[in-house]
């Protein structure tokens, strides 16, 4: 009987743990060091897990670039036309707030030809609820 309340009481104790651990949202810097520039590098992406509300943050010199989200056919003939978006303060973030693929590209001169554009996949990591005990836990 009282082991079973000492299971009881540690399943309870980690779905509390669970529950008040933080949530915490990432701002990734777009192109790292180098930023949103003609020298951004093409696979900055690669290895990255980019979640519903974490943030991407485009710092580019104000006037020189700007960051346009578009969809997947614009991505690829860097078409803004449509676009879903446009930002040119130089320090621009965006809040990654829905899962699926998100387009972005320069709309300045032939950059996005030049290879300054980026995709993203957002998941979203809901988390679980804490589990029910088994039924060989249960009391009554």
Sequence with gaps: MASRQVLLLAAAAVGVMVLLAPASAEVFMVGDAAGWTLKYPPTWADGKTFVVGDSLMFMYPAGEHTVVEVGGAGFMTCNVTGNQGIWNSGSDTIALSKS???????????????????VVTVVDVATPGPASPPESFRCC
């Excluded at 699926?100 to 980026?118: I, P």
């Design 100 to 118: 699926g693929r998100r387009w972005f590209v320069c709309g300045v001169s032939d950059h996005c030809a030049q290879g300054m554009k980026l």
